[in-house]
């Protein structure tokens, strides 16, 4: 086993605000169906009413919908936020908009003119209507083992497939790859398509010299109508069904960390089948630093793979791991010296993507069925204390020192 290597610490004090190269469109519809632009509603399409769209598929077209290439226009737009608003809250009976309202009175008039609609059909109806939006996409979502295949395209990852293994590449790197809301939503989205695509193995992997440096700091700026409460409420769902698709995930998934690894990209690795790391990577979890608390299960799995005194130290303390010292503690299965890093990991997956697809897809099953229930409690308690955190003095200076560039983790 090999030592990790010396990161050298970081001094370059050279910031700006910006929240990333979000669609304008996207971010009116992506952020809350309450930002929606409005134009007086058409008479929805009732369809699959035999059918009922489950939560898990309503909350999966709430996370598509964000990911749409192109704008859907206003009359969908008012369409889908009328849906929305009768799946979960029901009936309009808010009190009707000023004439010169015009926004909030189009939304009013969308979601009124959908009377009693059950609460079941307006929630398969928004299901109906994102999946008519998103079709043309979603068809080339399935991969070939054997081909080398761009698949769908997103804003912030490169997902392609080679010899039966799907890889997702986290593709920010002039951001250390941090992952902000967008990218979130498009890792669910990119794993779901894994689970169901004909690919063996699933690599996460990093573009550039980071692996990833965790969430965007910048998110906690992109501040919704409801403000921050709403905003850490929608925080906690997004990080809960984030880190639910990894739980799920039902098979082999290896992570290449290609360089440092921080927060929320390191806690999931306790999900992770295998982990090979370079020797150039470290592993730092600086919650405390940032206010914050763990997330990702590291709660549980940490103390569970390294024993509690060594996951206080990561996950209290912050301390930092050289790529030596996390699989020394379990958390990293192999280390290779950076220079022979890709070849060395790509060769050893390639032989593993040839063994009994099924086997090793029941195997992990069999290994990590047991503890699924656990680790979604887990998570959703992780998730629903940061949504406290978030709103905390704690946090908020914390962000505001890397934002106004007065601290580096
Ligand atoms: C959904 C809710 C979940 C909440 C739970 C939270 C979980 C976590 O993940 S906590 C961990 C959060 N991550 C950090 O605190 C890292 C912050 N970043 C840094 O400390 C440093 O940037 C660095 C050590 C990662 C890299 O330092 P250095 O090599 O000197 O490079 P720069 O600082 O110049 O970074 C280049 C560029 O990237 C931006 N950036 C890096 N990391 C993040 C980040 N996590 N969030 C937002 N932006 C990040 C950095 O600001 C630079 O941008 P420009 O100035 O525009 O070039």
Redesign the pocket.
Known sequence: MLNGGVH?P???????L?VGNKKPWNMVVALSPLQVIGFPSLQLHMSGIAMRASQEDFENALNQVKLLKKDPGNEVKLKLYALYKQATEGPCNMPKPGVFDFINKAKWDAWDALGNLPKETARQNYVDLVSSLSSSSESSNQVQPGTDRKQQEYENLVVTSEDGITKITLNRP???N????QM?QEIILALKAASNDDSILTVVTGNG??YC???????FMDIPPGGVEEKAKQ??V??RD?VGSFIDFPKPLIAVVNG?A??????ILGLFDAVYASDRATF????S??G?TP?GCASYTFPKIMGPAKATEMLIFGKKLTAGEACAQGLVTEVFPDSTFQKEVWTRLKAYSKLPKNAMKISKQVIRNMEKEKLHAVNAEESSV?QER?LSDECIN?AVN?LS?R???
Do not use: Q, W
């Not at 970081?10 to 700006?16: A, G, I, L, Q, V």
């Not at 921080?262 to 806690?267: A, E, K, R, Y």
């Not at 730092?284 to 919650?287: A, E, I, L, V």
């Open positions: 050298k970081c001094e370059k004090p050279n910031r700006n910006s002039t951001k250390k941090a992952i902000n809301t979130y010299d980071y440096s965790g969430n965007d700091l910048t998110n925080s906690a997004l990080l984030f440092p921080m927060g929320i990209s390191v806690t730092h979890t600086p919650f630093h940032l914050l997330e940061l978030c914390a890397f560039k601290a580096k983790l």
